[in-house]
């Protein structure tokens, strides 16, 4: 499949893609980056974001929370700890959770990278959610 590059997003729970795109955008640990067929090798870490995915004019959005990419000519394997389609965000859970991130916060003695994260991840699933 000539300019074609072959997504497979894996998590702990098993695949949740496994397509064939045009291209794709993800949320790297130094910046957001786009891969296209015959992109060089590549493997990076992956923070909590969004993966974009296009194919013709339909465009889909995933929930990545953290991992590992890898980039080869025509194939891009993700494995996260965990990712979700956007069809599959619950919005109300997503907007519950961040609010209780934000009263998180703002309390005394509390492990802050994790309530960090977690308004993080939180937060990108209320933006994906609201692509839809």
Same mark, same amino acid.
């Given at each position: 499949?000539?300019?074609?590059?072959?997504?497979?997003?894996?998590?702990?729970?098993?695949?949740?893609?496994?397509?064939?795109v045009d291209e794709?955008? #993800?949320?790297?640990?130094?910046?957001?980056?786009?891969? /296209?067929?015959?992109?060089?090798?590549?493997?990076? &870490?992956?923070?909590?974001?969004? /993966?974009? &995915?296009?194919?013709?004019?339909?465009? !889909?959005?995933?929930?990545?929370?953290?991992?590992?990419?890898?980039?080869?000519?025509?194939?891009?394997?993700?494995? @996260?700890?965990?990712? !979700?389609?956007?069809?599959?965000? *619950?919005? !109300?859970?997503?907007?519950?959770?961040?609010?209780?991130?934000e009263e998180r916060?703002?309390?005394? *003695?509390?492990?802050?990278?994790?309530?960090? @994260?977690? /308004?993080?991840? #939180? &937060? &990108?699933?209320? /933006?994906? @959610?609201?692509?839809?």
């Amino acid at each position: 499949m000539e300019n074609k590059i072959r997504l497979e997003v894996v998590t702990p729970h098993g695949p949740v893609v496994s397509e064939d795109v045009d291209e794709l955008t #993800a949320t790297g640990s130094e910046g957001e980056f786009g891969v /296209l067929a015959g992109h060089a090798n590549l493997v990076t &870490t992956l923070q909590i974001g969004i /993966l974009q &995915t296009k194919k013709g004019a339909n465009v !889909e959005y995933f929930f990545i929370n953290s991992g590992y990419a890898e980039v080869i000519s025509d194939r891009v394997i993700i494995l @996260a700890d965990s990712a !979700e389609r956007a069809e599959d965000i *619950n919005l !109300e859970r997503a907007m519950e959770a961040k609010k209780r991130a934000e009263e998180r916060l703002k309390q005394e *003695n509390i492990d802050f990278a994790r309530a960090s @994260a977690s /308004l993080q991840r #939180a &937060t &990108t699933r209320i /933006l994906i @959610a609201s692509r839809k």
